[in-house]
């Protein structure tokens, strides 16, 4: 046997061994997995939630700790793969929430809450107008359909391993159940060949879209220099940047946007700034939002029977201008700055083929020691190693995604980060062998 099929055989008998002990140690995990794959397909209603053998169950939280059904408990490292910024029943936001349940909810009509919290999220993130969804995917739907009206141009440049949501993904450079635009795939970070595709396309291209860091791809951020040249080359054509901060917005008070100096002409959010209740939004220059004024005889419709609900309207209002301010912006990223260099230089320390990226408040794990620019290059690295770390890292109490993505919540002090530097360090020194 060579070097690698022994060291491969090696960690398959480590993840066969700590399957088994999960299994063992979850029966009323498994048994609602089993009850569940009798009414939803594979017992699941989203996909990133499902893992082999079966995915955990949770049933209480509090602050940045959960508890499964079977009595463990976890920190909550995964934050709801960024939309549980606030942690689980933040008093300021479970108040706002209150106080909207005592005034009824589901108005069908407009309500005083929803002006207040447009113009807290156009100030935050230097938006001209706003416009309020369900999800991020139904915001990114909206900007492509909007940006391809206003341009009078059909394609749609996104990147290979980009996701904008459920029917958005570009994994392996797409998937059969997405949007059925007219895409151009481009490769992230690559400038030149970026640049040489928008020329090609230049006269049909309506927008280019992307994440300023790719989140659920791996949290590769984007160098500046790739978001300028987007910036130029774009308008060059008279194509619309779009910047998809569903996840990065969170990383500065203005958004990614707002340290890198790019302004893109429509920005799509999601995830934490509706406090923590189901979320979308897209919004930027007046004059290419303003096609959705109903004074107007030629607007655009867009309807959504929640988009204006309450609930969200009053926690996100609430979270954004009482509980995420500024400087809470400031501390929680400088807080996962801190974080992602201790773990980093845990690594290091032990010569380990691992390390973590990302930008302040979001982190992802990655078994090699090569640079990582994009998403095919986060593919390229030891993926039954992350496995292995992922189940480790629940046997410590450390809740996570299944591929590797954390993400801190507010409630994460420095006791929950020694824990998890901690666990990282026991990984390092019980998987020596195979690292
Ligand atoms: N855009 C990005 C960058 C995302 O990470 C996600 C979700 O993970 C979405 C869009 C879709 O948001 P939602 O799940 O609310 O539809």
Request: aromatic letters at 8%; a neutral charge; proline letters at 4%.
């Amino acid at each position: 046997m060579s070097e690698t099929s022994l060291r491969n055989a090696s960690i398959d008998a480590a993840l066969n061994e700590v399957k088994e002990a999960y299994v063992t140690g979850n029966p009323n995990s498994l048994a609602r997995y089993v009850e569940a794959t009798g009414v939803m397909p594979g017992g699941n209603t989203r996909t990133v939630l499902h893992y082999a053998p079966f995915p955990l169950a949770m049933t209480r939280a509090a602050g940045c700790r959960m508890w499964d059904a079977d009595g463990h408990e976890f920190v909550d490292f995964l934050g709801e793969y960024t939309a549980g910024l606030y942690g689980h029943s933040h008093p300021v936001i479970r108040a706002a929430l209150d106080k909207a349940l005592d005034s009824g909810i589901s108005y069908g009509a407009s309500n005083m809450t929803e002006v207040r919290f447009a113009r807290a999220v156009c100030e935050r993130f230097g938006l001209e107008r706003v416009r309020f969804t369900n999800s991020g995917t139904e915001a990114n739907l909206l900007a492509i359909s909007l940006a391809r009206i206003y341009t009078r141009r059909p394609k749609v440049m996104v990147f290979n391993g980009g996701y904008h949501g459920a029917v958005f993904g570009f994994a392996g450079g797409g998937s059969p159940i997405n949007a059925p635009f007219d895409y151009v795939l481009a490769t992230y970070n690559d400038i030149e060949a970026t640049r040489t595709l928008i020329a090609e396309h230049a006269a049909a291209l309506a927008l280019v879209i992307l994440e300023p860091m790719i989140g659920s791809g791996g949290c590769v951020p984007a160098s500046h220099d790739f978001l300028h040249m987007l910036r130029a080359e774009t308008e060059r054509v008279g194509a619309l940047l779009v910047l998809d901060e569903v996840m990065t917005s969170r990383l500065a008070p203005g958004g990614l946007q707002s340290v890198i100096g790019v302004k893109p002409d429509l920005t799509t959010f999601g995830k934490y700034i509706g406090g923590g209740m189901s979320f979308g939004a897209f919004g930027g220059r007046a004059e290419i939002m303003d096609l959705f004024d109903p004074r107007r005889s030629d607007a655009l419709p867009h309807a959504g029977t929640f988009n204006n609900n309450i609930l969200t309207m009053s926690a996100g209002l609430a979270g954004l201008t009482d509980v995420y301010t500024a400087d809470a912006a400031r501390a929680l990223n400088a807080r996962g700055d801190a974080l992602r260099e201790r773990l980093n230089g845990l690594c290091k320390a032990a010569g380990a083929a691992m390390q973590f990226t990302g930008i302040g408040s979001m982190l992802a794990v990655h078994f090699t020691t090569a640079p990582i620019r994009n998403p095919a290059d986060a593919a390229k690295a030891d993926q039954k190693l992350k496995e292995l770390f992922f189940f480790d890292m629940l046997a410590h109490g450390i809740w996570l995604a299944r591929r590797g993505m954390m993400t801190l919540c507010l409630p994460i002090g420095d006791a929950e980060c020694d824990k998890l530097a901690a666990a990282v360090q026991e990984f390092l020194e019980a998987r020596r062998s195979l690292l």
